[in-house]
């Protein structure tokens, strides 16, 4: 029994002073999320693991007794709750085992504060990222201009751009979840350097933004805007100088680029803009299957108003005839994953209860940060706080909270956010 105890501790000291592959774990979920969600999530885990080791090995319990980890506590006990005693039975051995596993989304971001504490980790993993942002952004471009990406991929929709995620159609939402993160840090580093530098920060956000509007994904390019006109409206002044000039700027290029692109005028023009003028919103949204995975979702938060379906079960309850509605063109339509907006998932699926706790919990610590960032006033942190905010921005569209791929690009912002908790300022 001595000997394994010798043994397990040799092991964990060996991983522990392996402190690169974290960091490369870190660098690589953005890759791991072009890949699959499997990947990514294999990442995270990993990442998860290593830290755990590391806590043990240097028997750092600390996290115990920190108040934001016992908030999220509760929140995952919640989930897991909500799974086994609240769910309507659909699937529910999977949805508990998800519920219980969504331990790794706390733990990461307690991982990713343990590991960026260090100025230089911090500067790797963002070098690293604007690296890979900037190649989906060329590689956006690329496929505007070519009907494909340059791996060769073609996007199953002719109006809307895949790039390297092939048949799914969210690369905007990846591109969101890391532009302003990344413009966020050129814009720290170009402080006491050239004006050239600065410029060129201010080139490049505009540059992520049209290719956010290349991609078609019209929600997440209004998201976009949205965290724009924050980010220069409540960025650090001594740092956004030209902010007046560049957002005039920016919005004559997207206004030339939607004049140029046959494409972007059909997504923005002739599927939503020309019908709300012909329609009016009501019976625009009516006639849409939005309108009727909302609606749906409105008829089952009707039903189950204090607890809701369970978590992930929207996609087996709106099967029911019950909710078949002859006022709606796409009722047949009306079943999905999820209900594409935000308050209405967790609505229908947690109840006023769960969504109260869901949104508490993390508006709570949104706040916190947010009163952090007005004494440091970091731009980085700015960024992630933003992308946070926009995720709950209300009526506009959105995917599902608690699906992987999803997840992840929140959660990532989420514990960047929660980084700047604790993290000195960055040396520039």
């Not at 560049?246 to 206004?255: A, D, K, P, R």
């Amino acid at each position: 029994m001595r000997s394994f105890q010798v043994i397990f501790k040799k092991m964990l000291k060996n991983i522990y002073n392996y402190n690169k592959i974290p960091l490369l774990l870190i660098a690589l979920l953005p890759i791991g999320l072009l890949i699959s969600s499997g990947v990514s999530e294999l990442l995270s885990i990993l990442l998860v693991i290593l830290y755990i080791t590391s806590l043990i090995y240097k028997k750092d319990y600390s996290i115990i007794n920190n108040p934001y980890f016992k908030s999220l506590l509760i929140l995952w006990l919640y989930l897991i709750l909500n799974s086994i005693l609240f769910s309507q039975v659909y699937a529910a051995s999977e949805y508990s085992l998800r519920s219980i596993g969504f331990i790794k989304y706390i733990l990461l971001i307690f991982a990713f504060k343990y590991y960026l504490k260090k100025n230089k980790n911090f500067k790797f993993i963002l070098t690293f990222w604007t690296f890979i942002i900037s190649l989906v952004t060329f590689d956006v471009f690329f496929e505007s201009y070519n009907g494909k990406n340059i791996l060769g991929f073609v996007s199953s929709h002719e109006t809307r751009i895949a790039s390297f995620l092939k048949q799914e159609l969210k690369i905007g939402h990846f591109i969101l979840g890391f532009s302003f993160l990344t413009t966020s840090y050129l814009f720290y580093k170009s402080q006491n350097r050239s004006i050239l530098f600065l410029l060129f920060s201010y080139i490049f956000i505009i540059i992520l933004i049209i290719s956010l509007y290349l991609t078609g994904e019209r929600s997440n390019a209004i998201r976009g805007l949205f965290c724009l006109i924050l980010f220069f409206v409540f960025g650090n002044k001594k740092i956004f100088k030209y902010k007046y000039i560049f957002s005039i700027l920016t919005i004559f290029c997207l206004i030339t680029l939607y004049n140029l692109s046959e494409r972007l005028q059909i997504r923005f023009n002739g599927q939503i803009i020309n019908l709300i003028k012909n329609n009016g919103i009501v019976k625009t949204l009516k006639d849409s299957q939005y309108g009727a995975h909302y609606a749906t979702a409105i008829q089952i938060f009707k039903s189950y108003p204090l607890l809701g379906v369970g978590n992930k079960n929207f996609r087996y309850e709106c099967q029911k005839k019950e909710y078949f509605n002859n006022k709606l063109a796409l009722t047949n339509a009306r079943c999905a994953t999820h209900p594409h907006q935000i308050y209405l998932e967790l609505l229908s699926e947690h109840g006023l209860i769960g969504a109260t706790i869901i949104l508490f919990i993390i508006f709570f610590i949104l706040y916190k940060n947010i009163k952090i960032y007005v004494k440091k006033k970091n731009p980085i942190h700015l960024a992630s706080i933003l992308f946070v905010l926009q995720t709950f921005l209300p009526l506009i569209p959105s995917g599902s909270f608690f699906s992987s791929w999803t997840a992840t690009v929140f959660w990532i912002n989420f514990s960047i956010m929660m980084t700047f908790c604790d993290i000195k300022n960055l040396k520039k």
